[in-house]
């Protein structure tokens, strides 16, 4: 029985979709002004996990995530340099507020049009998803393609006056939706919204925490629509929240089965998504919320200004594979802080290459006569099966795997697992090669058993143990077998 933790009512839940044949997820994709950074790929590979767990559980699953390429909004530097000045801190950032559209700053950063912005981010973004072996969902949509479905939501929340329209935008009134600080857990005073005075706010705007839906009188934008409401063209486009509820109704309907995102979302993006599907499509609006937890890197904030939001570039260029990356990302629960340090994608290379190591070293082996089927396996089917059904824990699934590449079952029982659990992992086990070993570490490893050898021949052991301890300082353990000594990478 797959159970769920739902950020909605903070509790571990038995999953019971609506239709098991039509499990639907929407996942909160990436804004396409930059590439995918190693946070971004965290919440990615957890939506990854989630596809493949409940495809290995038996349902089929439609799956919806989106690029965001309009509409989210960041401050400008001016504004950011105010905003220091008035908090003393670094504050959060949401886009409440005027800000400037991400890809229309990136774009004046580099020349591109926002447009050739966007296909550029998502071109090497799906290129990014495929190196870390991401299934394909059923639909990417972006947020530009689906202006009309996001007017129409609009005008419904017009009418029934759930929002309202100032001289430049068109707000949500968030005093209109009774439940909208419950998602987080939060109360209207808690808002501060003191800092937010000195940044350009609009005075028409009837609570602060109320958020755009659409944008306009903002010549300085390049992407902009019509949109005609009684007979006046209120020219612009919209905000961010607003793509997400659109694009989610018209692929999957209401209510959704799973929506995920990052824990940054729990406190604006996601209660406006809410506020704004709730009175149009009816309660609720989604009935599993699933939320990654935040990545540091070095113990410290991620951050694009502090040059450690590390994208796959700069992960191959340390000579790592994604897939490396992806190994590390399952050795925490997503739901728990992960931290990452190059030390620790070194580890996750290790054991990987292990696994490949392993089954190559399996796969040598079967051609002897194995037929030895007995029931062994089923405990371990059983145990895996228990840890993806435990909110999708993959440390937990992971022992499971080291389980049984150490047990003594049949080389066909081994492969036969590890194939299957691979289905959720995604790891490619069946199919990449193993880092080969650096030729002079090879050559010096080779002497090294060559003396070993020698000194055991003479019944020094002192001195055996010594060429041992030589061997693991390269990161080598010496194993001795009827065929000889063999190294072997230390974990
Ligand atoms: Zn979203």
Redo the contacts with the bound molecule.
């Keep these: 029985m797959l159970k769920i933790y739902n950020t909605a009512s903070r509790k571990q839940e038995v999953f019971a979709p609506l239709d098991p044949n039509k499990v639907t997820m929407?996942n909160?994709?990436l804004t396409v002004y930059d590439r995918a950074h190693i946070g971004n790929l965290r919440s990615f590979t957890m939506a990854d996990i989630i596809r493949r767990t409940l495809e290995y559980l038996g349902y089929k699953i439609i799956q919806v995530q989106?690029f965001?390429d309009v509409g989210h909004e960041t401050f400008t530097d001016e504004q950011k340099a105010k905003l220091s000045q008035a908090t003393q801190s670094s504050i959060e950032i949401t886009d409440t507020d005027v800000g400037i559209d991400r890809l229309e700053k990136t774009s004046k950063r580099t020349g591109m049009t926002p447009w050739e912005v966007a296909e550029l981010y998502i071109r090497l973004a799906i290129q990014d998803y495929q190196a870390m072996n991401f299934l394909e969902p059923a639909h990417r949509p972006r947020a530009t393609e689906h202006i009309k479905e996001q007017q129409d939501l609009i005008l419904k929340l017009l009418a029934k006056g759930y929002a309202y329209i100032t001289n430049s935008a068109i707000y949500y009134d968030t005093n209109k939706f009774e439940k909208y600080w419950n998602f987080a857990g939060q109360k209207a005073e808690d808002k501060k919204v003191g800092v937010r005075t000195e940044i350009e706010v609009d005075p028409e705007k009837r609570n602060p925490s109320d958020f755009r839906l659409w944008q306009f009188n903002r010549p300085d934008h390049t992407m902009q629509w019509d949109f005609i409401i009684d007979g006046v063209n209120y020219r612009g486009y919209p905000g961010?929240?607003i793509?997400?509820s659109a694009m989610a109704h018209t692929y999957l309907g209401h209510p959704i089965d799973i929506h995920t995102?990052g824990a940054d979302?729990i406190a604006v993006?996601?209660p406006n998504?809410i506020a704004q599907s709730e009175p149009i499509y009816g309660e609720p609006y989604v009935r599993y919320w699933y939320h990654n937890a935040f990545l540091t890197v070095d113990n410290k904030k991620m951050g694009k200004s502090l040059g450690n939001a590390y994208n796959l570039d700069d992960i191959r260029a340390k000579g790592f594979d994604p897939l490396d990356l992806r190994y590390f990302y399952l050795t925490a629960d997503f739901r728990t802080p992960q931290n990452f340090t190059w030390q620790s994608l070194k580890a996750s290379q290790v054991a990987r290459n292990k696994i490949i190591r392993t089954m190559k070293e399996l796969k040598q082996s079967l051609s002897e006569k194995d037929n030895n089927q007995d029931h062994v396996t089923y405990q371990y089917e059983e145990k895996f099966k228990e840890a993806i059904e435990d909110s999708f824990n993959m440390p937990k699934a992971l022992s499971v795997l080291w389980e049984v590449i150490n047990s003594e079952i049949s080389v066909k029982q081994k492969l036969h697992l590890i194939y299957d659990f691979d289905r959720v992992f995604g790891l490619k086990l069946s199919e990449t090669e193993p880092d080969t070993i650096d030729p002079d570490i090879h050559k010096k490893l080779l002497t090294i058993i060559a003396q070993r050898d020698k000194a055991k021949s003479k019944k020094d052991f002192q001195q055996a143990d010594e060429l041992r301890e030589k061997a693991r300082k390269l990161g080598f353990e010496l194993i001795d077998t009827p065929k000889g000594t063999k190294y072997q990478q230390i974990i």
């Design positions: 929407y909160c994709g989106n965001t961010w929240h793509e997400c995102g979302h993006h996601h998504e």
